[in-house]
């Protein structure tokens, strides 16, 4: 199955966060996402590696005409944010399932997404 991972779920991932490992399958970022992680002030050089690292292991994709189109639509129908609206429009684009924690993305219909459970504090 392919699934699009949201900034959010990739710093739970990466910060140790999640209840449970990842269910296996193919997995994307957008570039917008990778752009957020990397672009983080101050990061330390551990954490930079880290999220390197991560970003070799998953397909990043660009900005396709199409991605840019759903996007826009997406943006002006459910007033997302810019950057929501992109990961969300990269996920439909690929008929995936979107993993995420952010409530107004999981209410957008017509996109397919699952909730991270996370571990309790």
């Known amino acids: 199955m392919k699934r699009v991972l949201d ?9 140790g966060k999640l209840a449970k490992p990842l269910p296996p399958g193919e997995y994307f970022i957008s ?7 990397l672009s983080y002030p101050n ?15 998953v397909s990043v994709l660009d900005l396709t005409p199409e991605i840019r189109e759903l996007a826009i639509r997406l943006r002006r129908q459910h007033m997302l944010k810019l ?8 996920a439909l684009s690929l008929q995936a399932q979107l993993i995420t924690n ?20």
């Open 43 to 57: 990061l330390a050089e551990p954490v930079l590696s880290q999220i390197k690292s991560f970003l070799a292991d």
């Open 7 to 15: 900034t959010n779920a990739v710093l739970y991932l990466l910060g």
């Open 83 to 90: 950057p929501d609206a992109i990961v969300a429009a990269t």
């Open 31 to 37: 570039v917008i996402s990778e752009m957020e992680l």
């Open 102 to 121: 952010d409530a107004k993305l999981l209410r957008v219909r017509g996109l397919t997404c699952e909730r991270l459970e996370l571990k309790k504090e």
